[in-house]
């Protein structure tokens, strides 16, 4: 078995983190729960979303010096970027959080008398990304 290995790029010997190299089948199985929750997600009324939300932001911000000294460690970061990062992503959360309750579109005047265009937001879905190429700080074990 291929295992993945994440190790601190300013001492390698300290390993942040191993996990079994994912394949096809397991990304399919990845894909296809995080399709059903998108749909769980939709389903949600917006205020419920919103609560979600910014209960997922709280729980970052508690926890900042713990994500950050993380990514210092994982990325090699500088504190300070660390720190804007994990705060850029509680301020994330908080405004989605806030898009959650409002309007989901738009109407616009139609081309004819007594027409009306209108647009409705929906998500797009779930979206998978990844590459081949492993960071300089990544090592493969077998």
């Known amino acids: 078995m291929t295992v993945l290995t994440s190790v601190d790029p300013y001492r390698p010997g300290d390993v942040v983190a191993q996990r079994p190299a994912t394949g096809p089948v397991e990304i399919e199985r990845a894909v296809g729960r995080a399709e059903r929750a998108g749909r769980e997600w939709c389903r ?16 970052l911000d508690a926890r900042r010096a713990e994500f950050g000294a993380l990514l210092v460690r994982e990325v090699g970061k500088p504190v300070g970027e660390a720190a804007g990062e994990v705060q850029r992503s509680i301020d994330l959360l ?8 409002l309007a989901d579109g738009d109407h616009l005047p139609g081309a004819e008398p007594g027409a009306l265009s209108f647009t409705i937001r929906r998500p797009l879905g ?10 300089a700080h990544q090592r493969r074990s077998t």
């Open 126 to 135: 779930t979206v998978a990304a990844g590459h081949r190429r492993r960071a």
């Open 44 to 59: 949600t009324p917006g205020p419920a979303r919103a609560r979600a939300l910014h209960a997922a932001a709280a729980e």
């Open 94 to 101: 908080h405004y989605h959080a806030t898009t959650s309750v």
